[in-house]
């Protein structure tokens, strides 16, 4: 009887008739690792020769596109790559569409909301409408919140493993910003549990005492989300009850927010085209 051998999973090519255009092949395959990757693990995914490789990453490396590991064998994207990443997202051709969408939802709600994205250990406002009421904090696009103690951040812890969470947290120690900060691993994982179960998160005051917020995931039919939906407004103004109320609309604002993300996808044009 013939021996059945396991099925290799398929190599991923790097393809460009230029070196700028394989280097920027290679990049589209880093940028989709969510961990530290090594020299090994890239040539066996790519097949393309050890030395060539090498030469690739150190290419990469010395622009600050990507990073080493502490132990000097691992690799990961740098700060260069995720600025260009954050760029991208706040100026790109659906600003327009998205920024109506979170109009609407601030006349509908009455309360500040925006739109973020998870970029390292941090939360990025991407977009931002302010309401008209006299009392409000001010954050504008590009701001940066901590993961753990924002509702959109804890959005995005929970579509991870336990295992990358505790790889992400690793990196960013869960710091006190005010008396109710999740600041123990086990907590805020018990926390994480209960948003994947009920499709939404609160910041209760954990980052900035008098503010509440309410956050959900923009919904991805083409794979994870990296986009959030959130309302925030001060605890007078916004209670926890009442934010169970906006649960609606801020649902609706999610789904708008997804038809705009994949109507803009290169899938769905390309499906649409043939």
Do not use: W
């Amino acid at each position: 009887m013939d021996k059945v051998h396991p099925l290799k999973p398929a190599l991923t090519e790097i393809n460009g008739d230029t070196p700028t255009m394989r280097l920027f092949s290679l990049l589209e395959v880093i940028a989709s690792k969510d961990k530290f990757f090594s020299l090994q693990e890239l040539a066996e995914e790519t097949d393309v020769p050890k030395p060539t490789l090498h030469r690739m990453l150190q290419q990469l490396e010395s622009t600050g596109l990507l990073q080493r590991s502490l132990d000097g064998r691992h690799y990961g994207t740098g700060v260069r790559l995720r600025r260009l990443a954050e760029n991208l997202l706040l100026h790109d051709i659906s600003h327009g569409a998205r920024h109506a969408v979170l109009r609407h939802l601030v006349a509908e709600v009455g309360e500040s909301c925006n739109l973020t994205a998870l970029s390292g250990s941090e939360v990025v406002y991407l977009d931002r409408v302010e309401t008209a009421a006299p009392l409000r904090f001010y954050l504008h696009p590009g701001s940066r919140v901590p993961v753990h103690c924002s509702a959109s951040g804890k959005i995005f812890l929970s579509e991870m493993s336990p295992s990358q969470r505790k790889r992400l947290l690793a990196h960013a120690p869960l710091e006190a910003y005010t008396t109710k900060t999740l600041t123990h691993f086990d907590s805020l994982e018990k926390e994480i549990r209960q948003i994947k179960r009920q499709g939404f998160a609160l910041d209760n005051e954990e980052f900035l005492p008098g503010l509440l917020c309410v956050a959900m995931l923009v919904p991805n039919t083409l794979g994870r989300s990296n986009l959030c939906v959130a309302i925030q407004a001060p605890i007078m103004r916004l209670t926890i009850e009442k934010a169970m109320l906006l649960l609606a609309p801020l649902q609706r604002a999610a789904d708008a927010l997804s038809r705009i993300e994949t109507e803009a996808s290169p899938q769905t044009s390309h499906t649409a085209c043939a």
